[in-house]
């Protein structure tokens, strides 16, 4: 693939986030369109690239989707961007257990060269060996260069610099061990809270590769630019209203499920659980992504209409979706170590943060009973990352069987820790908009 680059790193915390969020912002200060995506389910750093690049980013995940499906989906949404960059998840190699899902695979499949981000902060020559080794490890990786990440002077990052050459890797930049490129960390990715703050960072770092990267090497202004697939015609059908919630506390929602809604036939309508009284006038479905409702636990309690209404409209039949903090949101009970706060009561029982345990990996599912999105008995894949207990009371009415119960079910909604990662043409979207219609036919 012609104007793109990877940027991954051995491990996890080596500062891979940083430089390719200031990649992108380098890029786009000299002009250049820019799409980002991020490898893996994460949604935190894709909200990042958005505000970067001025567009939505994009995840790709081999384990979700399937190579013919990563193909597509690049091939959809790189539109006429001139600068395609992606971010890995974990170190390269890590992904399942035969690295058949890994941030090299994607690499490999879309050729893309690597940019490898090196942390010096604990080694110095040994970089370069290790960097040698991901390279060889897999003889089919085309690596652009590496970033010495964290260098403790310019003596530490001339020895690696010169350790690198002799194993016939390309620096492509230096970065400083210095506060002013720190953007700070939370659970598994930046800080969301924090993106207008850490906005100095990535904004300093991308002056600084700027004037050592060779953009218009890895970049070539406008060539090999390739138009994205073009969007569906206008059938003339009314679009279905779907209300989904997106506010602070709810905004764990891809770009590619708001743009499956709308491929379906759907119009998603924004509205807050935080500050609105009531859902939006006229909507025929109801979605409730995840988030961070633990965090707006009392401002939630605080907004009785919204919780109301929503109870009223579920009860009332409204095709609803929750997933993760919406279930937690629908539940009776949210419990934290702050206290326990009522919420929507659409499910009986509670889930809590206190004493939280991480819950996190990929998920093969099946479906015990028919919902708004999936007939019966239908295998799927999806995401867990939580770290919410729950005590719900919805036996035998559990939605998924994931090698013990996950998620609750009515005949209008499906609620489940489970993450999924619908693109437009996605079965269960269409399935899940057609029964919105119907509700309100």
Avoid at 122 to 137: D, I
């Amino acid at each position: 693939m012609k104007s793109a680059v990877l940027v991954s790193a051995p491990g996890t915390s080596q500062g891979k986030t940083l430089v390719a969020t200031a990649l992108c912002a380098a890029l786009t200060r000299t002009g250049h369109t820019v799409q980002a995506y991020k490898v893996g389910p994460d949604y935190i750093d894709a909200s990042l690239y958005r505000r970067v690049c001025g567009r939505p980013a994009y995840n790709v995940d081999l384990w979700l989707d399937g190579e013919a499906g990563v193909l597509r989906h690049v091939r959809r949404t790189r539109g006429h961007a001139d600068a395609l960059v992606f971010e890995g998840m974990m170190g390269l190699f890590d992904g399942d257990d035969e690295g058949e899902t890994s941030t090299a695979r994607v690499a490999t499949l879309l050729d893309i060269p690597v940019i490898l981000v090196l942390d010096l902060w604990t080694c110095s020559q040994t970089a370069a060996a290790l960097a040698l080794g991901c390279f060889q490890y897999d003889p089919r990786l085309r690596p652009a260069g590496v970033i010495l990440n964290r260098t403790g002077g310019e003596r530490h990052a001339r020895t690696v610099r010169q350790a690198c050459e002799r194993a016939g890797l390309r620096v492509l930049a230096t970065v400083p061990h210095d506060p002013a490129f720190n953007a700070g960390e939370r659970q598994l990715g930046l800080d969301p809270a924090a993106v207008e703050e850490r906005a100095p960072a990535i904004e300093r770092l991308a002056e600084y590769l700027g004037e050592q990267l060779p953009l218009d090497e890895l970049f070539p202004a406008g060539k090999h630019v390739q138009a994205g697939e073009a969007a569906a015609d206008d059938c003339g059908v009314p679009p279905v209203p779907i209300a989904f919630a997106h506010d602070d506390a709810f905004w764990f929602t891809y770009a590619e499920s708001h743009e499956a809604l709308r491929a379906a036939g759907a119009q998603p309508v924004a509205f807050s659980p935080l500050h609105d009284r009531t859902l939006p006038a006229g909507v025929r479905g109801l979605w409730i992504g995840g988030g961070y409702p633990e965090l707006h636990a009392q401002a939630l309690e605080a907004n009785p209409a919204m919780r109301h209404a929503i109870a009223d409209a579920v009860r009332s039949g409204l095709p609803t979706y929750a997933e993760c903090g919406g279930l937690m949101y629908l539940a009776e009970r949210l419990k934290t170590a702050d206290g326990c706060y009522t919420m929507a009561g659409v499910l009986r029982g509670s889930t809590s943060m206190i004493q939280p345990r991480l819950r996190i990996g990929y998920r093969h599912a099946r479906t015990l009973v028919q919902t708004p999105l999936d007939p019966a008995n239908c295998a799927l894949r999806g995401y867990e990352f939580h770290y919410a207990s729950n005590r719900l009371h919805e036996a035998p009415a559990y939605a998924f069987d994931v090698g013990g119960h996950d998620g609750a079910h009515r005949p209008n909604l499906l609620a489940a820790f489970l993450h999924r990662h619908f693109l437009p043409g996605d079965a269960a979207i269409t399935r899940f908009v057609a029964a919105c219609a119907r509700s309100g036919a």
